[in-house]
């Protein structure tokens, strides 16, 4: 069976990200595989350190939604990824690739506003480089809705691959139901609502009635 891999710097950007995506895929046969690379929690919520295991629940309770598969946690500092040598975050993205082997893989696009993102891009690409023993076919960028291409970076997300999903959009959904603490009312980026008609607008822009889309960072054929 061959493996997926989304690497997300938070719990939550993965579903955010490519969720209708990797639960297509997952019903195509294929193994999925989440790398999260930070706890998700400690800065933005200082006094709960009991949502560290918290989010990991989610985490393992939104893979689960989008069909089954395997959670890999990194535990490294949410929200200080500038903080840690980058070769800290290359060895977790590094260990994950070799276990999994994987032949496509979805992470974050280089122009975001949240600088753990940026980090997690860059970490990928180390992590993701051709080797004569392990090819990865596919590589591509996702964006996340409200941080990417917004607020200062350069707004260069440029899909060209979009992967049709009205179908999967009740697991997408219902996986970011996982991360409950996270998801806010409409108008918010993080709201169904939010995400729906983000996928209305790449399934206008492909021709279909609902989409994710992503950029190719590498592809071999």
Not at 12 to 22: K, P
Not at 25 to 52: C, F, K, M, N
Not at 90 to 119: G, I, M, Q, W, Y
Request: include cysteine; glycine fraction near 8%; hydrophobic fraction near 40%.
């Amino acid at each position: 069976m061959t493996s997926v891999l989304v690497i997300a710097a938070h719990p939550d950007d993965e579903v955010l990200g490519a969720g209708a995506t990797l639960a297509r895929l997952r019903a195509d046969g294929r193994e999925l595989h989440v790398a999260i690379v930070t706890e998700g929690s400690s800065s933005q919520y200082p006094d709960r350190p009991e949502l560290v295991e918290a989010k990991k629940d989610a985490a393992r309770a939104a893979v689960e939604a989008l069909g089954g598969g395997h959670v890999h946690f990194g535990d490294l500092p949410d929200m200080r990824l500038d903080t840690v040598p980058l070769i800290t975050v290359n060895a977790f993205l590094e260990r994950v690739v070799r276990e999994v082997r994987p032949t496509t893989v979805f992470t974050h696009h280089r122009s975001d506003l949240n600088r753990d993102h940026r980090v997690v891009y860059e970490a990928s690409l180390v992590a993701c480089r051709p080797t004569p023993a392990h090819r990865i076919d596919d590589l591509y960028a996702y964006d996340v809705l409200g941080v990417a291409g917004f607020g200062g970076v350069r707004p260069d997300f440029t899909p060209q691959v979009f992967f049709p999903g009205e179908a999967f959009l009740p697991k997408k959904i219902a996986a970011l139901h996982a991360y409950d603490i996270e998801m806010r009312p409409f108008p918010h980026p993080r709201s169904p609502e939010a995400i729906e008609a983000q996928g209305r607008v790449y399934g206008a822009l492909s021709g279909t009635p609902w989409a994710e889309a992503f950029e190719v960072i590498r592809c071999f054929r």
